[in-house]
């Protein structure tokens, strides 16, 4: 098992454990935004002499486009869309859509930019992935007609954004260490100082219990290590590939949920991940695509 696929393993784990920590942070009184806060300003600082001795070299490498590029994608606007979802749809929503739409969107995008023709395993899986998406919104009718349909659109814009973040490190060949030197402080620079302005340290109104698991989760485990090992993973075995191991986190994230804050998904919603996994199951084999 080679260190990338491993890399990419833990890496998705980590987001997947990231809907759980990203509920118990919104039910502590921590919204997307003081999460994101607490994010890159504990990530950056641990990250400075990194950042002070590499982000001039990844700039003069990648530009100023791709920097921004990748920073609006994969780093504080990301984040805030993403666990702002958890605001108003609980965690197995977002398990199944993000997931289960961010491969469809690499595919999509591999097709219309680099020609890549996805075969007949990746479109039948992503239209069961799709499928999938479409029993969680016929669910969200039934258990939360108004609030659930706003976490849902939420997380089909995180799925659309991560899918795209995903692109754009293979597209323009971002290196594992460039996405910390400049995703983190171009992040805190945009979004510190403006949420500092309006939110002051309304973070720190939580429990000591929250604000640490928040730093402990959000600023090394998400901030540093998920970041580094997915880019790492993207770089040495593309990101169709790394997509394909995204299976794993409908159901992970679920049952992480079920057993640490007892939220229990519906019949509807069982089915909704059962078919974005098998969609995603199915997209899997020793060819995603076929250049043509």
């Given at each position: 098992m080679s260190p990338a696929f491993l890399a990419a393993l833990a890496a998705l784990t980590i987001y997947a454990s990231l809907f759980v920590v990203g509920r118990v942070g919104v039910t502590a009184g921590l919204d997307s935004f003081d999460q994101s806060g607490v994010r890159f300003a504990v990530s950056t600082i641990l990250l400075l002499p990194?950042?002070?001795t590499r982000s001039r070299e990844a700039f003069r490498?990648?530009?100023?486009?791709?920097a921004l590029g990748i920073t609006i994608l994969g780093g504080s606007p990301y984040s805030i869309i993403f666990l702002s979802g958890f605001?108003?749809?609980?965690?197995?929503?977002?398990?199944?859509?993000?997931?289960?739409l961010q491969p469809v969107v690499v595919m999509l995008?591999?097709?219309?930019?680099?020609?890549?023709?996805?075969?007949?395993?990746?479109?039948?899986?992503?239209?069961?992935?799709?499928?999938?998406?479409?029993?969680?919104?016929?669910?969200?009718?039934?258990?939360?007609?108004?609030?659930?349909?706003?976490?849902?659109?939420?997380?089909?814009?995180?799925?659309?954004?991560?899918?795209?973040?995903?692109?754009?490190?293979?597209l323009w060949s971002v290196k594992a260490r460039d996405v910390l030197a400049l995703v983190l402080p171009i992040s805190a620079l945009l979004y510190?100082?403006?949420?500092?302005?309006?939110?002051?340290?309304?973070?720190?109104?939580?429990?000591?219990?929250?604000?640490?698991?928040?730093?402990?989760f959000q600023g090394v485990i998400l901030g540093i290590c998920a970041t580094f090992l997915y880019a790492y993973a993207i770089?040495?075995?593309?990101?169709?590939?790394?997509?394909?191991?995204?299976?794993?986190?409908?159901?992970?994230?679920?049952l992480?949920?079920?057993?640490?804050?007892?939220?229990?998904?519906?019949?509807?919603?069982?089915?909704?991940?059962?078919?974005?996994?098998?969609g995603l199951v199915l997209r899997q084999g020793k060819r995603a695509l076929v250049v043509g």
């Open positions: 990194l950042i002070l490498r990648l530009g100023i486009g791709c605001m108003f749809a609980p965690v197995s929503y977002g398990a199944a859509i993000v997931p289960g995008l591999s097709y219309v930019s680099l020609k890549e023709r996805p075969n007949t395993g990746a479109v039948v899986g992503s239209g069961l992935s799709l499928l999938g998406v479409v029993v969680m919104i016929i669910d969200h009718q039934q258990v939360s007609p108004g609030r659930a349909a706003i976490g849902i659109a939420i997380f089909v814009a995180a799925a659309f954004v991560w899918g795209c973040y995903a692109f754009a490190v293979r510190i100082p403006p949420y500092l302005a309006v939110a002051g340290l309304r973070a720190f109104n939580a429990s000591a219990a929250s604000l640490f698991l928040q730093i402990a770089e040495r075995l593309g990101s169709t590939r790394v997509s394909a191991l995204s299976p794993l986190m409908p159901v992970l994230a679920t992480m949920a079920l057993f640490l804050v007892r939220e229990t998904p519906t019949a509807l919603q069982w089915w909704g991940i059962s078919l974005v996994t098998a």
